[in-house]
């Protein structure tokens, strides 16, 4: 469930009237009522939602709190739940279900505490970044070339992520700025919601748990410490690396408020090659021969893994299939060294004019073959 606004779930404006947020309830609980939707999860889910919503707001006690941790920008959460596709993202801060224990019973909301609806919301919106003070670690696949993988070498990689604001360096001020005692927590950094054995702590939605706030935000980030925007990371590739093989590159990962970047992984997946195969740290490629050369034999031009190439000796009498080594061509890992293997291919020719189909006879009679 992504916890949305209160005034969105029913419906109404935030200038409603008591009377008018009586009646969107009664209209959408009706709708919702998991009685008149069996088998129907969303119904449920929605239900659950526009229970919760009603019994904020139609507690004027409640309702004003709402609205003040809601002009504090406590509840924006779907900017920070929602991520690109791509990164993994961990547990904690997404969008969490609630757990089976909230159970409503139709008709008595005054049994939820505002500690538990409040604790509900930043528990899925904002939790978690006081006990973590790392940020999340990003993980990522990239493609790296054959020849990348094989001989090692730098490759530079563009991440779109949440990284530390270069104007700030993470301090949500602008320039300048004057920074103080924040009003709202008085500097504690945490906020506590709720009454009685309700209480919960939370980061403090004004100074987003600094415990203090700029004179004037910062115009780059609009005072969040961090802007969402492309990375650029220099990769350095082992020699010898597999696809699925994963590197862990410290810190290299989205910034995380008050506290140091988390880690970026990154999982190989190695492009084939055109003439290339690999297997293990030996290369394989196959490389054509004509006929006359099979029959007769020839030196050939290998390439080799470096681009250079390597002058081969085929012998005469030659048949396909047949692999030669090179020895020490292959992928060097450390103090292994693999083999290029190369293999003849015979291509055949397809057609003979009359007088190349007679010579062939001829040939073949002589060396006494069957036709
Ligand atoms: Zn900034
Ligand atoms: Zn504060």
Known sequence: MASK??????????????????????????????????????????FKQISEAHGVLSDPEKRKKYDQMRKLGAFDFPQRGSRPPGGSRGGGAGAQQTGPSETFDFGDFGSMGLGDIF???????????KEQPRGDTLETVVEIPFRTAALG????????????????????????????????????????????????NRPCPMCRGRGKVPSQKCGTCGGAGDVRGEKTINLTVAPGTDSG?????????EAQEGGEAGD??????VQPDRFFRRDGLDVHCEVPINLAQAVLGTRIKVRTLDGKKVVLKVP???????????????????????????????????TLTPEQEALFKQFADSAGLAY
């Open 153 to 200: 070498g730098k490759l530079p990689i563009t991440l779109q992520m949440t990284t530390t604001c270069g104007t700030c360096a993470g301090s949500g001020g602008a320039p300048g700025a004057t920074i103080s005692q924040c009003p709202e927590c008085k500097g504690r950094g945490s906020i506590s919601f709720g009454q009685g054995g309700f209480a919960v």
């Open 5 to 46: 606004d209160f005034y969105q779930v029913l419906g109404v404006p935030e200038s409603a009237t008591p009377e008018e947020i009586k009646k969107a309830y009664r209209r959408l609980a009706k709708l919702h009522h998991p009685d008149a939707n069996p088998g129907k999860p969303q119904a449920s889910e929605m």
């Open 264 to 269: 970026l992984v990154v999982t190989f997946e």
């Open 245 to 253: 093989s994963k590197i862990r590159l410290k810190g290299q990962g």
């Open 119 to 129: 604790s509900s919301i930043f528990g899925r919106g904002a939790g978690g970044r």
């Open 316 to 350: 005469a009498g030659s048949e396909a299939g047949k692999k030669f080594r090179l020895k020490g061509m292959g992928i060097t890992k450390g103090e292994r060294q693999g083999d290029q293997l190369v293999e003849i291919g015979i291509a055949m020719p397809e």
